[in-house]
């Protein structure tokens, strides 16, 4: 306030007895938010029906979140991205098609080519884990993002009683890269969500 009394004196009204702003100087806050990106990895193997649901679910609550930018992958031995259908369950569910092997590895590292800033990175990989392909692939790109920065969460597949049924040893091994392994429904993911970008 001192300094604008100082820079408009000048400007006083001696018929009025008024001082008329017209430079006034302030401070502005000024605070850049930076959105975050989750990136759901998808198994969408025969075994997978159930998860598959969920993930839909999770994918179209994330996507109508402020500062959340939805990525979605789905996988069996080939990757198709799902991205521009996030706020759409119905229309995802009905371009899944569930059924062939599981290759992890290549949706890990489709996702990890997805990531724009990992320090503000979600990757979540929803799966029973049973990997098809040699795991050197998967387990190299988990230690990868894990050391950039991303939060990896590992979501266990979930029957319709929503009952974890994943590889245990696979899940000890995906943990060691630094992938914290869960089994969540989408409310309980967004919470645990909603931790980890208030602890950044």
Known sequence: WRGTIRRNLRHYDTRRRQLILQDPQFFSRNIRLLPWQVILCVDQSGSMAGSVI?????????????????????????????????????????????????????ALTYG????????????????????????????????????????????????????AIYDHAMAERLAETGMEIAALTPKHFAEWLAQVIKSR
Do not use: W, Y
């Not at 679910?57 to 939805?70: D, F, K, Q, S, Y």
């Not at 991205?81 to 092997?101: R, Y």
């Not at 990175?121 to 988990?142: H, K, N, Q, Y």
């Open 54 to 106: 969920h993930s839909a679910v999770m994918a179209g609550i994330l996507a109508g979140l402020p500062m959340v930018r939805v990525k979605m992958v789905v996988f069996d031995t080939s990757v198709v991205d799902l991205s521009d259908h996030v706020d759409d369950p119905v229309e995802m569910l009905m371009s899944v098609q569930l059924g062939g092997g599981t290759n992890i590895g290549a």
């Open 112 to 163: 990890e080519g997805l990531i724009e800033n990992p320090h503000r990175t979600v990757l979540a990989l929803i799966s029973d884990f049973c990997e098809g392909a040699p795991p050197d692939v998967m387990l190299r790109a988990c230690r990868r993002m894990h050391e950039s920065g991303v939060r990896l969460l590992g979501l266990a597949s979930l029957d319709e009683t929503a009952t």
